[in-house]
C-alpha cells in the first residue's frame, strides 16, 4: 500500500525547504555584477541630446571654467591687498564688461569700472563692490582691508583644461551638459540604449480594454515593466502575452533575444505544472539561480536564451516590481555600460511592527510619514493598490526577526531605483 500519510502542514510558501541551497540576495546581485559586461556600442551626440546618455570614455575639458581671471562682482578693480582704513583712488575713463575686455593695462594705483564677469584687465587683480565704495569726480572712496584677489575668479578655479571632467560610465545629468558646455564640449561618445523585451506569460490574461471572461484578468505587469525599463533609460521592446505553451514561449524567446540586449518575462517562474519559463531556462542548461532567500520574488528565474540575459520575474506584481528593482535594475545599468551602482537607502525609523524569519531578505511596501517610515497594511503579493501607495521599498535584513515601532529601517525611495 502506498504511504499517503500527510506531511507537517508549514502553509508557508516562503519556507526554505531544507536541501535546498537558497542563494542570499547579495550572493545573487554579486553574481549578476560578476557575470554581466557592458554590451552596447558606442555613437556620436550632440550634447543636446545627451541627457540620459552613458559616456562611452572620459570626457576631457577643451577648456578651462573659467577660461579667465575674471570679476565675480559690479564694482572697481585695482591692484594688490588694501590695508585697513580710508583709500582714495583716480579712476581710469571705461571699463571692463563680460564679453567686452578692456584693452589697455591699468596702472598701479588706479582704479577701473569692471562688471560681473568681465575678464580682469592687466593691471588688476582685486575688486571692491560697487556698494562699498562712493565714486565722483573721476575718482573712488572705500574702505580697507581687502586681500589681494578679493572678488575676483581665478582662471582654472573650477576646471582646467585637461582635466577629465567627466568619466566613462556617467548617466549625464543636466547639471553635466552644462559643465560640458562650460568647458567647450559639444559632442560626446555615448552608449547606444540597452535594449530590453518584456513579455507576460499566462492563459489568463488579457489586455486592458479588451473583454475579460471569467477566470481572465488584466494584464498588470506588462505596462509596469515597459515603464519601468524606460526609467532605467533603456530602450523596450515590447513582445506582447504569450500563453502558457511551451512553444509559443520558446518562440517568443527566440525572438526576443533576436532583437534585444536583455529579457524580462513575467509569470511561470516558479515550479509548477505552468511554470514554463523556469523550465525552458533549465532545458536550455542555461539557469544560473532561481531559489532566492527573498519576498518577495522567491521564484525569481535567472537565466540565460541565446546569449542574453534573462529576468523570469515572478507573476505576482508585487513582487515583479520588487525583482525588477532590487535584480534588474542594477543589471540593466552595468549591461548598458553605466557600471554596478547600489540604490541609496536611508535608516529611519519604522512606525511599524513586523515579525520575520530569519535567513530571507524581505522587501515591504513603504513611505516616509513624519519622519518614520510607514509599511502597506499587507505584504499581499497581489495587491498592486500597495505599489502605487507606497513611496519606496523597505528592505529588511536577511537575519532580523522582529522589527518594532522606533527601530531603524532601511528605506530606500523609488526615486533611488530610478523610478
Ligand atoms: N505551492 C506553491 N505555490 C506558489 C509558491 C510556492 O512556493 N509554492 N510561490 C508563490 C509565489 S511567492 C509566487 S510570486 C508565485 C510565482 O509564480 P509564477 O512566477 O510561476 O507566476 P504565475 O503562477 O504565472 O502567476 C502568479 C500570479 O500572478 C498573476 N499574474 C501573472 N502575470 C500577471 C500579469 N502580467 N499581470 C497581472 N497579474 C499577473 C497570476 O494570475 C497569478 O495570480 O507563485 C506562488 N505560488
Ligand atoms: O514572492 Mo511571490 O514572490 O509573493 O509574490
Avoid at 502558457?244 to 518575462?265: C, E, F, K
Amino acid at each position: 500500500m502506498t504511504d499517503l500519510s500527510p506531511p507537517p502542514l508549514r502553509n508557508d510558501c516562503f519556507a526554505l525547504p531544507a536541501g535546498v541551497n537558497w542563494t542570499p540576495v547579495d550572493e545573487a546581485l554579486a553574481l549578476l555584477r560578476d557575470r554581466l559586461t557592458p554590451v552596447t556600442a558606442a555613437e556620436d551626440v550632440a550634447i543636446g541630446d545627451a541627457l540620459g546618455r552613458i559616456l562611452a570614455q572620459n570626457v576631457v575639458a577643451l577648456r578651462s571654467n573659467p577660461p579667465q581671471a575674471n570679476s565675480a562682482v559690479d564694482g572697481y578693480g585695482f591692484a594688490g591687498a588694501v590695508p585697513e582704513g580710508a583709500h582714495v583712488l583716480p579712476l581710469m575713463q571705461g571699463r571692463a564688461a563680460a564679453g567686452v575686455p578692456y584693452a589697455g593695462a591699468v596702472p598701479a594705483g588706479t582704479a577701473l569700472r569692471v562688471l560681473t564677469g568681465a575678464a580682469l584687465p592687466k593691471g588688476v587683480d582685486t575688486v571692491i563692490l560697487e556698494e562699498d565704495v562712493n565714486a565722483n569726480d573721476g575718482q573712488i572712496a572705500f574702505r580697507g582691508p581687502l586681500k589681494q584677489g578679493a572678488n575676483a575668479r581665478k582662471a582654472g578655479e573650477d576646471v582646467v583644461a585637461g582635466d577629465v571632467a567627466l568619466t566613462a560610465g556617467r548617466v549625464l545629468t543636466p547639471a553635466d551638459l552644462a559643465l560640458l558646455s562650460a568647458t567647450g564640449v559639444a559632442r560626446v561618445h555615448v552608449r547606444k540604449p540597452l535594449r530590453v523585451a518584456v513579455i507576460s506569460t499566462g492563459d489568463e490574461l488579457v489586455d486592458p480594454g479588451q473583454p475579460a471572461g471569467e477566470g481572465q484578468i488584466f494584464d498588470a505587469n506588462r505596462p509596469m515593466l515597459l515603464s519601468m525599463v524606460r526609467r532605467f533609460g533603456a530602450e523596450t521592446i515590447d513582445m506582447g502575452r504569450v500563453a502558457d505553451d511551451r512553444a509559443a514561449l520558446r518562440a517568443a524567446l527566440d525572438s526576443a533575444a533576436a532583437q534585444a540586449d536583455v529579457i524580462l518575462t513575467s509569470g511561470g517562474a516558479s515550479a509548477g505544472d505552468e511554470d514554463h519559463v523556469s523550465a525552458l531556462l533549465t532545458e536550455a542548461g542555461a539557469m544560473q539561480e532561481w531559489r532566492i532567500a527573498v519576498k518577495p520574488g522567491r521564484p525569481l528565474a535567472l537565466g540565460m536564451w541565446q546569449g542574453r540575459p534573462v529576468f523570469g520575474l515572478p507573476g505576482n506584481p508585487v513582487a515583479a516590481m520588487v525583482c525588477t528593482l532590487v535584480f534588474a535594475r542594477p543589471a540593466v545599468a552595468l549591461l548598458a555600460g553605466a557600471g554596478w551602482n547600489e540604490p541609496q537607502g536611508f535608516l529611519l525609523p519604522a512606525a511599524f511592527e513586523k515579525r520575520k524569519k530569519p535567513g530571507r531578505r524581505e522587501y515591504l511596501r513603504g513611505r516616509i510619514r513624519d519622519g518614520k517610515v510607514e509599511a502597506f497594511k499587507s505584504e499581499g503579493s497581489g495587491r498592486i493598490s500597495g505599489l502605487s501607495w507606497a513611496e519606496g521599498l523597505i528592505e529588511i535584513e536577511d537575519g532580523a526577526r522582529q522589527i518594532q515601532p522606533g527601530d531603524p529601517v532601511r528605506f530606500i525611495p523609488f526615486t533611488s531605483y530610478g523610478l
